[in-house]
């Protein structure tokens, strides 16, 4: 079961693949209420794979820095947003996709807290099409905006 969010924790998401503003799916990010800002930011600590046939992006702990974005949304839209967040990185499916975790990213500003969404299923990694991005940049993944069946919705042989 994904974390409750505390009042200690910002209203605050980390994104760092297809939801980032100017990729794919940035829109979808919005759909239940806009982020009032976005900062570019890094998060220490953690490795950016591409899985490929899938097209997305996963992250998990590890010895390196992820480039990405955080989110900020206004305390009213909130909960409306993490819910439909949950929902969109498949906090919900057996097994699910992704777990949504506390992290500490860092911008311009300094550090701060968000939460980021680390990829939960680890069989996955070490298969074939599971490939570190050395940069930790999804923007240096040249495929990343082929078609691609939304996660969740494979169908399983």
Known sequence: MPADPTPDLPSSVFVYGTLMPDERYSGVASAAGAPERAERATLPGFVLHHLSPEGYPAVTPG?????GWVLHYAPGTWAAALAHLDDLEGLHLRPPLYRRVPATPVTDAGTGRAWVYVYAREARLSAPGA???PSGRWTD??????????PGDETEA
């Open 63 to 67: 010895a390196g820095t992820v480039h």
């Open 131 to 133: 490939v570190p991005v």
């Open 141 to 150: 993944v040249p495929d990343r905006h082929a078609p691609t069946p939304w």
